[in-house]
């Protein structure tokens, strides 16, 4: 049990897959510039980590590795990602018409990203049990989401501070980012994996 | 000939793709620590673009427009696949640093959006320089940010000492965070460049 918490807090905070391994950043950028939107998105992100990364795994441990089709990996991965994406956008919009208002639109900007296509080949890679898959795949969701929120809640303030000309937009919002990477950094070293 | 060159060129400048379009932003910060793997990843992009403009122009009137995106995916992963076995078989250390990102490659939206905007509507060879020179926009900003990352982070460039043993290295420029706080000031720094430019440009 300590095992998977550890794992849990690894992937949510220690190496939080945006802020220390830069998984994601496209939307971390693009939506973080309202708190309600970026709630939206971190649990959007979350739900479809965990169960694409599931699938991922079932595929690769079923099929990919007994017929020595690894090579095939990626694009599987790619694919398998997009369409579940897809297919969860359209039985949402159908069974779930007041939600698919709300994630919609986030649901189609995560289907060819780095975080859903990165944590599933990370979670290969590092040979984790389909408990542990899960659990940092759901744990990397988390963290993604904690981050999202973090610097929509500063981007919100930073509306009312006086940012040089030069910087406002992108410039400001990486530097921002830095700033909270650095304080990330304080939790180093308490777990090591 | 000098159409072809405008096509090329405009990927390094105008719409360099790290400070512009703020596209493809994961590897610039994650693989920049070091000059040589900076280089490496700004090389596989470049390659990835280039061989997947021409495969998407050369099948350009094949492929229904429904389906268009799940084949230039297709198209994009089959490339990067190709990419990974050749580093993985010839350059085993830099594929173990580059690890998940190389894979990444894959969902980069700018390689997808140049297939979608340019390759898709044009013919082979210019489809070919637009990737090139995207791709090489690239190159060049990930060597630049190598650059300044390992000098400052570690006091050498390509694994050279340039500032002597004296020199403290800046441990914040290797970590994570000094990369993202580096791109925030340069992309500052580029907009008051461009900036410049058109200014001038527009009083001739």
Same mark, same amino acid.
């Given at each position: ?19 220390t ?6 939307i971390?950028f693009?939506?973080?510039?309202? +708190?309600?939107?970026? %709630?939206?998105?971190?649990? =959007?992100?979350?739900?479809? #980590?965990?169960?694409?990364? @599931? ?26 990602? @997009?369409?579940?994406?897809?297919l ?5 919009k ?16 995560? =289907?060819?990203?780095?975080i ?6 990370i979670n ?19 963290g993604? @989401? ?5 610097? /929509?809640?500063? $981007? ?5 501070a006086?940012? &040089? ?12 980012? *830095? ?9 180093? *070293?308490?777990?090591?994996? | 000939?000098?159409n072809?060159?405008? %096509? ?9 793709p ?19 793997? /900076? ?9 990835v ?8 122009? +050369?099948? $350009?009137k ?7 995106? &799940? ?9 990067v ?13 830099i ?8 894979? +990444? ?10 297939a ?15 990737g ?15 650059? #300044?990352? !390992? +000098?400052?982070g ?8 340039v ?6 290295? /800046?441990l ?11 791109? *925030? ?9 461009? !900036?410049?430019?058109?200014? $001038?440009?527009?009083? $001739?």
């Open positions: 049990m300590t095992e998977y918490l550890v794992l849990f807090v690894s992937a949510a905070i220690v190496n939080n897959y945006v802020l391994r830069f998984l994601g950043l496209c971390f693009g939506v973080s510039k309202s +708190l309600d939107a970026s %709630i939206g998105m971190g649990m =959007a992100v979350t739900a479809v #980590i965990t169960v694409s990364s @599931a699938l991922a795994w079932l595929v690769y441990y079923l099929f990919l590795l007994p017929y020595q089709l690894t090579s095939l990996t990626i694009v599987i991965f790619v694919l398998l990602v @997009a369409s579940f994406v897809q969860l956008e359209m039985v949402i159908k069974y779930m018409p007041n939600l698919h208002k709300m994630w919609g639109i986030y649901l189609l900007l995560i =289907a060819t990203n780095c859903a296509l990165g944590v599933p080949l290969v890679e590092s040979g984790f049990n389909f408990l542990e898959a899960l659990v940092n795949s759901f744990g990397s969701g988390v993604f @989401a904690l981050a999202i929120i973090l610097m /929509a809640s500063l $981007r919100e303030k930073l509306k009312l006086d940012v &040089p000309k030069s910087l406002e937009g992108l410039g400001v919002a990486f530097i921002l980012a *830095g700033m909270l990477a650095l304080s990330f950094c304080g939790f180093s *070293g308490m777990i090591s994996l | 000939m000098a072809l060159w405008k %096509i090329f060129s405009k990927g390094i400048i105008q719409e360099n790290i400070f512009v379009l703020a596209l493809s932003l994961c590897p610039a910060v994650a693989v920049s620590t070091t000059v040589v793997n /900076a280089a490496a990843m700004g090389l596989a992009v470049m390659i673009i280039s061989a997947n403009n021409i495969s998407v122009s +050369l099948i $350009r094949l492929v229904n427009p429904k389906v268009r995106v &799940p084949v230039y995916i297709i198209s994009i992963a089959t490339i696949t190709v990419i990974e076995l050749t580093l993985k078989a010839f350059a085993p250390l594929y173990k640093d580059l690890g998940v990102y190389l894979q +990444l490659v894959v969902v980069f939206a700018i390689i997808l959006a140049r979608e905007v340019f390759a898709s509507k044009n013919r082979v060879i210019p489809s070919f320089f637009d090139f020179g995207m791709g090489f926009g690239f190159f060049t900003a990930m060597i630049f940010i190598g650059v #300044i990352r !390992e +000098l400052f570690n006091g050498t460039i390509l694994g050279f000492s500032f002597g043993s004296s020199y403290p290295p /800046a914040i420029m290797i970590l994570p965070a000094g990369g993202f706080i580096l791109i *925030g000031y340069l992309v500052g720094v580029y907009k008051i460049w461009n !900036e410049r430019i058109e200014k $001038r440009s527009g009083a $001739r």
